[in-house]
């Protein structure tokens, strides 16, 4: 082979190398570019990601908070009694005092309270109450057994006190026998009041 021939095959594997470098060169810029432009074909732009905490317009209303519950409570106030009208028992208020002692000689006493508890004045009978004296099962004195007149009708005002007071001369029934000293018992007839019990010297 002359020197000219080999001169040509040298210069064309010089540009085939040439050739084949720049070929590969744009091969790695073609693929850095597809990959810098997220490897999308279609050269759209992409979806906007959506916000998690957006509100959706198709989600349900919240329902309105519900309303309190109104509870109505009627108080009845039971009919006063009408001024002058006989007294209810049930307005009444009976209190009896005694002492727990008595010297020889001193006379029980015995005093009686009434109140009127209703909103209007009203009329009372004060002739129905008594003092009973008991010793046991024995019924030793009765005021009203031994009252010589009645107190008769009485007017009791809201709030007001009405007071009597009954005295025993210790003697068994109406001017009878004296009583023994002892233990006796005192009750009230006609109201409701509480027993006392007292002693005779």
């Given at each position: 082979m002359d020197t000219g021939t080999e001169r040509q095959l040298s210069l064309d594997r010089y540009w085939r190398r040439?050739?084949?470098?720049?070929?590969?060169?744009?091969?790695?810029?073609?693929?850095?570019?597809?990959?810098?432009?997220?490897?999308?074909?279609?050269?759209?732009?992409?979806?906007?990601?959506?916000?998690a905490g957006a509100i959706d317009s198709g989600a349900p209303a919240v329902p309105p908070t519900a309303m309190p519950t109104v509870t109505v409570t009627t108080t009845v106030t039971p009919e006063a009694a009408?001024?002058?009208?006989?007294?209810?028992?049930?307005?009444?208020?009976?209190t009896m005092a005694a002492s727990?002692?008595?010297?020889?000689a001193q006379n029980p006493?015995?005093?009686?309270?009434?109140?009127?508890?209703?909103?209007a004045s009203c009329r009372f009978d004060a002739?129905?109450?008594?003092?009973?004296?008991?010793s046991g099962k024995d019924r030793i004195?009765?005021?009203?057994?031994?009252?010589k007149a009645g107190s008769g009708k009485q007017t009791l005002r809201r709030g007001i006190p009405y007071t009597a007071a009954a005295t025993w001369d210790r003697r068994r029934g109406c001017g009878g026998a004296p009583a023994r000293p002892g233990t006796y018992v005192a009750s009230l007839k006609g109201g409701r009041a509480g027993k006392r019990i007292f002693h005779l010297r």
């Open positions: 040439r050739v084949a470098v720049l070929a590969g060169m744009a091969g790695a810029v073609g693929a850095l570019a597809w990959a810098c432009g997220g490897g999308s074909s279609g050269g759209g732009e992409r979806e906007p990601v959506r916000n009408e001024d002058g009208a006989p007294c209810n028992a049930h307005d009444l208020v009976f727990k002692t008595y010297a020889v006493r015995f005093g009686i309270t009434v109140v009127n508890t209703s909103t002739g129905t109450l008594s003092v009973v004296v008991t004195w009765s005021s009203g057994a031994c009252r």
